[in-house]
């Protein structure tokens, strides 16, 4: 179980769409939409831990077709979601964006195919209770909801810390870019991994 939960750990803090784009959002548009924001995403991701514990994921991820659907879907609203973090704070008249919240986190996660491989992963690797699987099931359900709890919140912190450094507008808009386009190169290499 050890393994598991260092796995779980260092799987989530590592930088990937999820969490960088919850910094972006708690850098860009402060506690009250990163906070709803980070609530649809743990909505989406418990949602895709069901959809694989049910095997909806070994399907939808086993057809190319859907496979490579959902990953344009996916790095479509990603980009979308960049360009949303880039542009925040910003006296561009014509970009009229709304802030992203719930319903833009529980869509990231339902459209992120990584999400479900992930959680298949999770599922199907770390036997540490295999005499039992709904006992195991249940166990990396609780341990995975708590890492990942903590280590998003501290993600939206540290983007939230940067928004609060009393920075001038200038530099934050160059950090809400640095954001995006750190999004758009984990988003790249997301891509690339799938490709190859």
Known sequence: MI??????FLLILTPGPGVLSLAGVGAAF?????????????????????????????????????????????VS???????????????????NIPKPGLLTGLTFQLINPKVYAVNMTILSGFAFHPQNFIVETSL????????????????LFIGIKINQLDLS???????NIFMAISLVVVVGLSVWSILI
């Open 3 to 8: 393994a598991f939960v260092l796995a779980i």
């Open 77 to 95: 609203y990603l980009g979308y979601l960049a360009i949303r973090i880039a542009f925040a704070r910003t006296n561009i008249s014509f970009i």
């Open 30 to 74: 402060g506690w009250h939409q990163g906070i709803k924001y980070l609530i649809g995403l743990f909505i989406g991701y418990n949602i895709a831990f069901l959809a694989a514990i049910f095997g909806l994921s070994t399907i939808m991820l086993a057809n190319p077709t859907v496979r490579t659907g959902l990953l344009f879907i996916s």
């Open 140 to 155: 990396k359900f609780l341990i995975t909801n708590v890492i990942w709890t903590l280590l998003h919140c501290l993600w």
């Open 169 to 175: 507008e200038h530099m934050q808009k160059n950090i």
